[in-house]
């Protein structure tokens, strides 16, 4: 191959928000600070990889939805995505999590500590889950919503007027920061293929995911990865955010339903261990959900 000038994959859509910040929990946001590839280097690396047998596919989207259907992740790994976020510390400890990312973050070892702090509104208050011991469900009152609001307030006050009071003693900031709360606000480079960054989206954005974090993911599905990559957004909340997996289990079970076979069902589940106690485990719950979209019955309610 002769050599040629290149000239760097830009997206008209993406470039316009350059910059720009998508505002998240009050104090916190995202934006975009820069960007490798679009749908189609998805396709043009899929089609290097395949050679000849993608020759078949006509259309990019096409392809992009039959890469994504099938789990051919190679390809969406040629985009990458960088972003600079303002995050809540107790929110970014699950972000990080996700060890696929390049990260810097602000330091509070050589910088200040960030003045600002996530806040909770009387009416935002929620309860643990009963059933669910890492989720929550239901709100406080907003009466005693108030109160739990006022003690954050007051408690957040504190902390900045010990940390503060520190710093101007001359405590290494190294050891000043260690009583602030995590509502603090931290900051930090973000940059992730797009391959992972799907993976991270489809948890984070994902009903049962934490309602903060939920938040920052759907601001970066919504307002910048569908402006990025437009048919790869679309493939992705067909076949993965709007998709279900079905076990074996439930396949069989379905089946029974389908051929309106409830006391096959109800055996089925009992004789695999699907109920704990005579009701539903977690696996029965979930087919449940999935039933209800279906609107199917659930023989062993």
């Known amino acids: 191959m002769s050599d040629e000038l290149l000239k760097r994959v830009s997206v008209p859509a993406i470039d316009a928000i350059l910059g720009k910040s998508f505002p998240v929990l009050g104090k916190g946001f995202v934006r ?21 047998g993608t020759r078949q596919v006509s259309e990019d989207r096409g392809l992009i939805r039959y ?3 099938h789990r051919h992740t190679t390809p969406f ?3 990458e995505l960088k972003l600079h976020v303002c995050v809540p510390m107790d929110i970014w400890r699950q972000w990080i999590r996700h060890r696929t990312a390049n990260v810097n973050e602000y330091s509070t070892r050589y910088s200040l500590a960030i003045d600002e702090k996530h806040t909770t509104a009387p009416d935002a208050w929620r ?3 009963i059933d669910n011991k890492q989720g929550s469900g239901g709100f406080f009152s907003p009466e005693e919503g108030a ?18 009071a520190r710093i101007e003693q001359g405590v290494a900031r190294e050891q000043a920061r260690k009583d ?3 509502a603090t606000y931290t900051q930090a480079y973000w940059k992730i293929d797009l391959h992972n960054l799907l993976h991270f989206l489809a ?11 939920r938040e920052y993911a759907t601001a970066i599905g919504e307002e910048i990865v569908k402006r990025w990559v437009p048919l790869t957004w679309e493939a992705f909340e067909d076949y993965r955010f709007n998709a279900v997996t079905l076990s074996r289990d439930m396949q069989e079970l379905l089946g029974m339903i389908a051929r309106n076979e409830p006391d096959a069902a109800r055996a089925y589940a009992r004789e695999h261990g699907l109920e704990t ?3 539903p485990g977690r696996e029965l719950r979930e087919l449940e959900a999935i039933l209800a979209t279906l609107r199917l019955p659930a023989p062993w309610t």
Do not use: T
């Open 277 to 279: 106690n005579g009701k």
């Open 203 to 213: 948890l984070r954005m994902e009903r049962h995911a934490q309602q903060e974090i």
């Open 77 to 79: 790994e040629m985009c």
């Open 180 to 182: 602030l709360p995590l």
């Open 67 to 69: 890469l994504l259907r």
């Open 32 to 52: 975009v600070v820069d960007y490798m590839g679009s749908d189609a280097a998805i396709v043009q690396a899929a089609r290097v990889s395949y050679g000849e």
């Open 127 to 129: 309860k643990q889950a």
């Open 147 to 164: 109160i739990l609001s006022a003690e954050e307030a007051e408690l957040h006050q504190h902390c900045h007027d010990v940390y503060n």
